[in-house]
């Protein structure tokens, strides 16, 4: 009896040891028990002191700013008018007429949009194509105007060298609102044009000279752009014997 008391409290030392030892190293016991034996598995806790465990993160993928661009679209735009005083030169290319009817006109360069209101012979909207990168008049990078039937939307691009639309914007002439939208077709635009050789109005002198776009008003009156020189003070818009003076 002595002698297993003995072994008893020799084995209760060596645990008691192993406890304090376990407790300074941060380690632990771990007691797997089957039906057979038991499996004791010491798992030294101080190998993850500090350590974080990764943690799963998913990135947000961007588009490329283009596509981000026109994911964002309509857009709308404040209008910037133009600035220009009478002695400014036209440019390389005569405005363009790209509308026409009793009531007015629009026409445009690379100095601007410029809508022109007959009635009351004086401009009632301008817009800065500069501003918006649309005054490219010729080049493999150029813009193209359209306006919509009743005058009201004037639909203004520019081409790329790729020979695509990079970039479209619908210029609302009713409410001064300008808008970038994404690339489209118009279908339904102003196309009310006639030939002006045919009609043997084209002129081509250096100090009168007629642009290139005649529009048929219908009851065998037409209206086209006269410029007497190639300063804003020489522009003239014309229908049979009627002359408007456009910038003044």
């Known amino acids: 009896m002595m002698i297993n008391k003995r072994i008893y409290s020799i084995v209760f030392v060596?645990?008691?040891?192993f406890t304090v030892s376990c407790a300074k190293t941060g380690s632990s016991t771990v007691v797997v028990e089957d039906d057979n034996h038991i499996d004791e598995t010491v798992v030294d806790e101080s190998n993850f002191e500090g350590t974080t465990q990764p943690q799963s993160?998913?990135?947000?993928?961007?588009?490329?700013s283009n596509d981000a661009e026109i994911d964002n679209l309509p857009?709308?735009?404040?209008?910037?008018p133009v600035e220009y005083s009478l002695d400014m030169d036209i440019g390389?290319?005569?405005?363009?007429l790209a509308y026409a009817s009793e009531d007015k006109i629009i026409i445009w360069g690379y100095i601007g949009l410029f809508e022109y209101d007959i009635k009351e012979e004086t401009l009632s909207h301008t817009l800065d194509l500069g501003y918006i990168d649309c005054n490219h008049m010729q080049g493999d990078i150029h813009s193209e105007i359209e306006v919509s039937q009743d005058g009201n939307t004037a639909y203004i691009m520019r081409y790329g060298l790729s020979g695509e639309i990079e970039a479209m914007y619908s210029y609302d002439l009713l409410y001064d609102v300008l808008t970038k939208i994404q690339p489209t077709s118009i279908d339904d635009y102003f196309n009310?044009?006639?030939d002006i050789n045919e009609l043997g109005l084209y002129s081509d002198a250096s100090d009168d000279?007629?642009?290139m776009e005649v529009v048929d008003l219908g009851n065998g009156r037409y209206g086209y752009m006269r410029f007497y020189g190639w300063l804003l003070s020489?522009?003239?818009?014309?229908?049979?014997?009627e002359e408007y003076?456009?910038?003044k």
């Open 14 to 17: 060596l645990i008691l040891l």
């Open 57 to 64: 993160t998913t990135a947000d993928t961007t588009e490329e």
């Open 75 to 80: 857009t709308q735009i404040d209008v910037k």
């Open 92 to 96: 390389d290319e005569p405005l363009e």
């Open 192 to 194: 009310n044009f006639a």
């Open 209 to 211: 000279f007629t642009g």
């Open 234 to 241: 020489d522009v003239r818009y014309e229908t049979d014997n």
């Open 245 to 247: 003076v456009i910038f």
